[in-house]
């Protein structure tokens, strides 16, 4: 996980490196993925290979909320505080 937060280009194959840098762009930036990350990751992959790559950051980011949500409300159901209540 510590590598994912990182990004070092060295601990990963520049395509892999390329789409995950797309991806947290696309994620946190406020004016959108800037456009040398963008040309880079264009050139690496074909328009069908982007698109895997999008469905698959947006399959994981709407799990991410619904588990999230489960969390939360297991939590109040419960009347546990957030970590006793859904440990993870």
């Given amino acids: 996980m510590s590598d994912l937060r990182r990004l070092d280009p060295g601990d990963f194959d520049p395509r892999t490196h390329a789409a ?3 991806v947290r762009s696309f994620l946190i930036e406020v004016e959108g993925v800037p456009s040398e990350v963008e040309e880079r ?6 328009p069908e290979e982007r698109q ?3 469905a698959a950051m947006k399959g994981m980011f709407c799990v991410n909320l619904l588990v ?12 546990r ?6 440990p993870i």
């Fill in 20 to 22: 995950l840098i797309y």
């Fill in 41 to 46: 990751f264009t050139a690496l992959y074909s």
């Fill in 52 to 54: 895997y790559v999008t």
């Fill in 68 to 79: 999230n949500t489960w969390r939360w409300i297991n939590a109040r159901i419960t009347g």
């Fill in 81 to 86: 505080p957030l970590q006793e209540a859904c």
